[in-house]
C-alpha cells in the first residue's frame, strides 16, 4: 500500500517569524497522526528556520522551486545542494512557475533531473487549464505533461518521486474538482501514463496526489479515492486547524486512523 503524502504549499506567504508561529501550532497534533507523510513548503527564507524547529519529527520540509544548475552566476536563483542542506522534498513545475514565470515541460525535467541529482523528492505538478478542459483535451495535456517531466529518468527513481495532479482551475478557486473527475484523470491518464513508459510495478508504488480547493469539507471524500495518494494544499495550509484537519481526515479516509 502506498503511503499518503499531505504537503502544504505556503506559497508567497508567511515571514521567518510567522511560519515559525505556524508550525509552532502544528508541531504536536501533526505527530499524533501516524501512517501520513507530511510535509510543509515554506517560503525559501522561512526554509531554515522551520527545518530547524521540525528537526526530530516526523514532518518533511520542502522547498517551492530550485534552478538545476548547481552553482553559477544566476543572480536570484537557489541551487538544488542550497536546498538539500534544509530539506527532503522540493515542488516542481507549480502551474503558477508555470503560468507566470514562463516554466515548460522541458525546464520541469531538468529541475527533476537536478533534484533527484541531490537526493530530493521532487513533488512535480502537472494540470490543464478550464480552457483545456472544456475542449476536451485534458487527458493529452496531461499526458504530455508527464511525458515531459520524467524524459529520461529511470524507473527506480521515478517510483520514488511524487506527481500531483492540480487542475489549473481548482487552485485557489474553492472549486475543487469533483473526487471522481480526480480519480479518473490520477488513474486513468497519470498513473496509466507512466505504466506505458515504465511498467506496472513503477506505476503502482508511484504516489500522486491531488491538488486544488482541498479543504476540510472535501478531504476525506477525494482521499477516499484509492487512486489518490494524498494532497497538495495551498491557502488550506495556512491555517493550523485547517492543514491538520486534512490530515487527520487522509488518514481517516485511507483506513490508517
Ligand atoms: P489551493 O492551492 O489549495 O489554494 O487551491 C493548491 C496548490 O496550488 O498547490
Redesign the pocket.
Known amino acids: 500500500m502506498r503511503t499518503p503524502i499531505i504537503a502544504g ?1 505556503w506559497k508567497m506567504n508567511k515571514t521567518a517569524s510567522e511560519a515559525g508561529e505556524l508550525v509552532a501550532a502544528l508541531i504536536q497534533p501533526l505527530a499524533a497522526v501516524k501512517g501520513v507523510t507530511k510535509v510543509v513548503c515554506p517560503p525559501f527564507l522561512a526554509v531554515p528556520q522551520v527545518a530547524q524547529l521540525l528537526q526530530g519529527t516526523d514532518v518533511g520540509v520542502g522547498a517551492q522551486d530550485m534552478y538545476w544548475e548547481p552553482s553559477g552566476a544566476y543572480t536570484g536563483e537557489v541551487a538544488p545542494e542550497m536546498i538539500r542542506e534544509f530539506c527532503d522534498y522540493v515542488i516542481i513545475g ?1 502551474s503558477e512557475r508555470r503560468q507566470y514565470f514562463g516554466e515548460t515541460d522541458a525546464t520541469v525535467n531538468r529541475k527533476i533531473v537536478a533534484a533527484l541529482g541531490v537526493g530530493l523528492t521532487p513533488i512535480v505538478c502537472v494540470g490543464e487549464t478550464l480552457e483545456l478542459r472544456e475542449s476536451g483535451r485534458t487527458e493529452d495535456w496531461v499526458t504530455t505533461q508527464v511525458k515531459g517531466a520524467l524524459e529520461g529518468i529511470a524507473a527506480e527513481k521515478v517510483a520514488e518521486m511524487i506527481v500531483a495532479y ?1 487542475p489549473i482551475w ?3 478557486t474553492g472549486l475543487a474538482a469533483t473526487a471522481e473527475d480526480a480519480e479518473h484523470v490520477i488513474g486513468n491518464v497519470v498513473r496509466a501514463t507512466v505504466k506505458s513508459l515504465y511498467g506496472n510495478d513503477v506505476a503502482e508504488a508511484l504516489r500522486i496526489q491531488y ?4 479543504k476540510p469539507a472535501n478531504a476525506e471524500e477525494i482521499m477516499s479515492k484509492p487512486d489518490i495518494d494524498g494532497g ?5 495550509s495556512l491555517k493550523a486547524a485547517d492543514f491538520l484537519s486534512i490530515v487527520e481526515q487522509s488518514a481517516k479516509a485511507k483506513g490508517i486512523a
Request: proline fraction near 0%.
Open positions: 504549499n507549480h492540480e481548482a487552485i485557489g491538488g486544488g480547493s482541498v497538495l494544499i495551498g491557502g488550506a
